[in-house]
T-cell receptor, first 111, second 115 residues
Framework: GESVGLHLPTLSVQEGDNSIINCAYS??????FIWYKQESGKGPQFIID?????DKRQGQRVTVLLNKTVKHLSLQIAATQPGDSAVYFC??????????FGAGTRLTVKP | DAMVIQNPRYQVTQFGKPVTLSCSQT?????MYWYQQKSSQAPKLLFH???????NEADTPDNFQSRRPNTSFCFLDIRSPGLGDAAMYLC??????????????FGPGTRLTVL
């Protein structure tokens, strides 16, 4: 089956810098995308989502960009803080009932 | 306040010894999911209940079973755990079950060790 993948398994940034986490998906029919944050010892937590009719969506310190032409999704975190250290998963959804997680990127924030 | 509760947080079992993991929710959601998450991997959906209707994923081994005696509780039974079943097991809920029209709420997970 088709799956969602990530370019980099780990990312290390300095506190205060911006972080960019990338994701490639393969199902061109996917119409909804989600970013989750999973801290150590916890379940995934919804961060932000975007529908396929949009190319950008902003939240508090986070922005998701969607490029459907190349099937690429990114999560930008502004002014990264130690509390942002976690594993970040993207997920794509097809037809509201089929969701696939990507492999995850571990973000480490250095003080 | 905890919304999706999983007990125990850590479970150790022996190879081949049946084990049950439990999940409860205070959200009164219709849908409850069980995911398996192996180390450094993404969660993988095993099955879900929409109310009392059980929905198994095609590639979920028969070794994994589930029960939902009421709205609040859902159990994951592993009949004969193998070493490859060692993982974090995540429970999640949603009100309607639509991935793009609803939000999933995850519990903290139960980490299963198989000796």
């Amino acid at each position: 089956g088709e799956s969602v993948g990530l370019h980099l398994p780990t990312l290390s940034v300095q506190e205060g810098d911006n972080s960019i986490i990338n994701c490639a998906y393969s199902n061109s029919a996917s119409d909804y995308f989600i970013w989750y944050k999973q801290e150590s010892g916890k379940g995934p937590q919804f961060i932000i989502d975007i529908r396929s009719n949009m190319d950008k969506r902003q939240g508090q310190r986070v922005t998701v960009l969607l490029n459907k032409t190349v099937k690429h999704l990114s999560l930008q975190i502004a002014a990264t803080q130690p509390g942002d250290s976690a594993v970040y998963f993207c997920a794509d959804v097809y037809n509201n009932n089929d969701m696939r997680f990507g492999a995850g990127t571990r973000l480490t924030v250095k003080p | 306040d905890a919304m999706v509760i999983q007990n125990p947080r850590y479970q150790v079992t022996q190879f081949g010894k049946p084990v049950t993991l439990s999940c409860s929710q205070t959200l009164n959601h219709n849908v409850m999911y069980w995911y398996q998450q192996k180390s450094s991997q993404a969660p993988k959906l095993l099955f879900h209940y929409y109310d009392k209707d059980f929905n198994n994923e095609a590639d979920t081994p028969d070794n994994f079973q589930s029960r939902r005696p009421n709205t609040s509780f859902c159990f994951l039974d592993i009949r004969s755990p193998g070493l490859g079943d060692a993982a974090m097991y995540l429970c999640a809920t949603s009100r309607t079950g639509g991935f793009s029209t609803d939000t999933q709420y995850f519990g903290p997970g139960t980490r299963l060790t198989v000796l």
